[in-house]
């Protein structure tokens, strides 16, 4: 018997997804003594549940909208998570932090599970947004790196990366049942956001 590899997608996800949540929420800004360059940088993302989400949401999201902001989003994002990051660096003023990182992955998975289709203008600030929390929560780490340079490139390498992966599950959405795929994947990252967003009231 023939197995339909795509009808795995889902289930992979939900399983790495369950992992995830198990692991904690908000790990990928516990503490701001992260020391070490590049490589430290591109495993930085993927040790936080609450970034690797949104990351993969946003090419998810891009996916499912389509052009232009299938390429817009991932560029949008990296660069003003860099804006973001300086005004870490400078210990800006902003509202509360991690309450916008985990209110990021909650309504990036809505808009995906609802199937959201934001006029381009609206995706780009959308995104725009939530870049300034995460840079911002990353930007307050750098000072404390080794060689802070590197830890940039090699985090926004790896954002980067995880904005394909999910452009690449977003793709789903051109087989058959794909929209109903993309959008089940988008309901438990809004679940996971849930999750993240009652954590981080609770720690407020």
Same mark, same amino acid.
């Given at each position: 018997?023939?197995?339909?590899?795509?009808?795995?997608?889902?289930? $992979?996800?939900?399983?790495?997804?369950?992992?995830?949540?198990? !692991?904690?929420?908000?790990? $990928?800004?516990?503490?701001?003594?992260?020391?070490?360059?590049?490589? $430290?940088?591109?495993?930085?993302?993927?040790? &936080?549940?609450?970034?690797?989400?949104?990351?993969?949401? =946003?090419?998810?999201?891009?996916?499912?909208? &389509?052009?232009?902001? =299938?390429? =817009?989003?991932?560029?949008?994002?990296?660069?003003?998570?860099?804006?973001?990051?300086?005004?870490?660096?400078?210990?800006?003023?902003?509202?509360?932090?991690?309450?916008?990182?985990?209110?990021?992955?909650?309504?990036?998975?809505?808009?995906?599970?609802?199937?959201?289709?934001?006029?381009?203008?609206?995706?780009?600030?959308?995104?725009?947004?939530?870049?300034?929390?995460?840079?911002?929560?990353?930007?307050?780490?750098?000072?404390?790196?080794?060689?802070?340079?590197?830890?940039?490139?090699?985090?926004?390498?790896?954002?980067?990366?995880?904005?394909?992966?999910?452009?690449?599950?977003?793709?789903?959405?051109?087989?058959?049942?794909? !929209?109903?795929?993309?959008?089940?994947?988008?309901?438990?990252?809004?679940?996971?956001?849930?999750?993240?967003?009652?954590?981080?009231?609770?720690?407020?």
């Amino acid at each position: 018997m023939r197995v339909n590899t795509a009808d795995r997608g889902p289930v $992979a996800f939900a399983a790495v997804l369950c992992g995830l949540l198990l !692991a904690g929420p908000a790990l $990928a800004h516990e503490g701001t003594g992260l020391a070490g360059g590049f490589v $430290a940088g591109l495993l930085h993302p993927v040790t &936080g549940p609450d970034h690797l989400l949104a990351m993969v949401a =946003v090419g998810l999201w891009g996916a499912f909208l &389509g052009r232009p902001l =299938v390429y =817009v989003l991932p560029v949008v994002f990296p660069t003003v998570m860099a804006f973001g990051g300086a005004l870490g660096m400078i210990a800006a003023t902003l509202p509360p932090v991690e309450i916008g990182i985990a209110l990021s992955v909650l309504l990036l998975g809505v808009a995906i599970a609802l199937a959201f289709r934001a006029p381009v203008w609206a995706a780009c600030v959308l995104v725009a947004v939530f870049a300034i929390f995460h840079g911002y929560a990353h930007g307050q780490e750098l000072p404390s790196a080794a060689d802070p340079l590197g830890y940039s490139v090699g985090f926004v390498l790896s954002t980067g990366f995880l904005h394909v992966v999910g452009i690449g599950l977003g793709l789903l959405k051109d087989r058959p049942h794909g !929209a109903l795929i993309t959008r089940g994947m988008g309901g438990l990252i809004a679940l996971a956001g849930v999750y993240f967003t009652g954590a981080a009231l609770l720690g407020a």
